[in-house]
C-alpha cells in the first residue's frame, strides 16, 4: 500500500469528528469482508490517521490561499455576416449569434482513481493562480466534482500541475493534498460556459409552400426548454422570416436546403442580454 507523501489536511475544529469516523471506518473494515473497496478504504483510512498530524502541524504554521483572479477574454458573435447570402441544409444553424469566454484551461485526458480523492477526465477552468502557478476548478464543465470521502477527507478546491507532471488536489484547509501521475495539458480554449450566451434559428425543412424553422436559446452549453420553440412560415404570403429580432430574406427552399440572405441579427446591443 503506497500512502502520498502529500496529505489532505483536516481542519483542527473537525478533528473529533473525524476520529470517531475513523474509528467507525476501522469496524467497518475488519468486520465486513464483502466490502469490494476494502483496500481502498484501508488506505483511506491511513491517509486520515497521519492527516490528524499534519492538521495540528497547520495550526502552528498557518496557510497560504489562492489568488482568486482570472483574465478571461469575451467574444461576441454573429455568423453569417449581415448581407451574406449563405445557403444552409436540413439541421444546419441559419444564424448564430451570442459570446462564448477564451481563458485557460486544464485538460485530463482520463479518469484518476486516487488514494484519497477521484478526478473525472474533462475540461477544468482556471480560477486563479498561487506563486505563478496556475489553479482550476475541482468541477469539470461537464458538471463532474472531484470524488472524496465527506467526513474522512478534507474538501477539494482546486487543482493544479506540478513540475513531477502530476495533477495536484488542493483541499479547503488550501494545503496541496494528494498529488496523482496524469495524462494531461493546459491551453487556451473557447467554449461555452455559465457566462455564455447563444441564440440560433435551425433549418428544419419544408412541406409544400411553407418552411419550418427552429428558435433555439443556449446557456452553459445547454439548450433553455423554455427558450426553443418551431415556427413555420408561409411563403406565398411573404418571403421574409422575422423572429425575436433577426429577419431573413429567402431566397430559394426545398426540403433539404434553404438559400437567404441575412437582413438583421438578433441584436446588435450585447448589453440588453
Same mark, same amino acid.
Request: net charge negative; hydrophobic share 35%.
Given at each position: 500500500m503506497v500512502i502520498p507523501n502529500r496529505l489532505p489536511v483536516i481542519p483542527i475544529k473537525q478533528l473529533s469528528t473525524y476520529m470517531i469516523s475513523i474509528s467507525a471506518l476501522v469496524q467497518l473494515v475488519?468486520?465486513?469482508?464483502?466490502?469490494?473497496?476494502?483496500?481502498?478504504?484501508?488506505?483511506?483510512?491511513?491517509?486520515?490517521?497521519?492527516?490528524?498530524?499534519?492538521?495540528? @502541524?497547520?495550526? /502552528?504554521?498557518?496557510? $497560504?490561499?489562492?489568488?482568486?483572479?482570472?483574465? #478571461?477574454? &469575451?467574444?461576441?458573435?454573429?455568423?453569417?455576416p449581415v448581407?451574406?447570402?449563405?445557403?444552409?441544409?436540413?439541421?444546419?444553424?441559419?444564424?448564430?449569434?451570442?459570446?462564448?469566454?477564451?481563458?485557460?484551461?486544464?485538460?485530463?485526458?482520463?479518469?484518476?482513481?486516487?488514494?484519497?480523492?477521484?478526478?473525472?477526465? @474533462?475540461?477544468? /477552468?482556471?480560477?486563479? $493562480?498561487?506563486?505563478?502557478?496556475?489553479?482550476? #476548478?475541482? &468541477?469539470?464543465?461537464?458538471?463532474?466534482?472531484?470524488?472524496?470521502?465527506?467526513?474522512?477527507?478534507?474538501?477539494?478546491?482546486?487543482?493544479?500541475?506540478?513540475?513531477?507532471?502530476?495533477i495536484c488536489v488542493t483541499s479547503q484547509s488550501y494545503q496541496q493534498a494528494s498529488c496523482y501521475p496524469a495524462s494531461y495539458k493546459i491551453d487556451y480554449r473557447t467554449v461555452t460556459n455559465s457566462q455564455s450566451f447563444q441564440q440560433t434559428l435551425i433549418y428544419n425543412g419544408s412541406v409544400g409552400n411553407k418552411i419550418n424553422i427552429s428558435y433555439r436559446e443556449f446557456s452553459d452549453g445547454t439548450a433553455r426548454n423554455a427558450f426553443t420553440n418551431n415556427v413555420e412560415y408561409d411563403m406565398d404570403k411573404s418571403n421574409l422570416i422575422s423572429y425575436k429580432g433577426a429577419q431573413l430574406k429567402v431566397l430559394n427552399y426545398d426540403n433539404t436546403s434553404i438559400k437567404f440572405k441575412v437582413l438583421k441579427h438578433f441584436r446588435s446591443d450585447f448589453s440588453l442580454q
Open positions: 475488519v468486520y465486513d469482508d464483502s466490502i469490494n473497496n476494502k483496500k481502498k478504504l484501508e488506505s483511506i483510512l491511513s491517509v486520515c490517521r497521519l492527516s490528524i498530524i499534519t492538521a495540528i @502541524g497547520v495550526l /502552528a504554521t498557518g496557510c $497560504s490561499t489562492i489568488d482568486y483572479h482570472v483574465d #478571461a477574454k &469575451t467574444d461576441f458573435f454573429s455568423k453569417p448581407g451574406d447570402v449563405v445557403e444552409a441544409y436540413v439541421g444546419d444553424y441559419m444564424i448564430d449569434q451570442g459570446k462564448a469566454t477564451t481563458m485557460e484551461y486544464l485538460t485530463i485526458n482520463h479518469f484518476i482513481d486516487g488514494v484519497a480523492y477521484d478526478i473525472p477526465k @474533462g475540461l477544468y /477552468a482556471r480560477i486563479g $493562480s498561487y506563486k505563478g502557478t496556475p489553479y482550476f #476548478a475541482a &468541477t469539470n464543465s461537464s458538471g463532474q466534482a472531484i470524488g472524496y470521502v465527506a467526513g474522512l477527507i478534507d474538501r477539494p478546491i482546486a487543482l493544479h500541475a506540478n513540475d513531477k507532471g502530476e
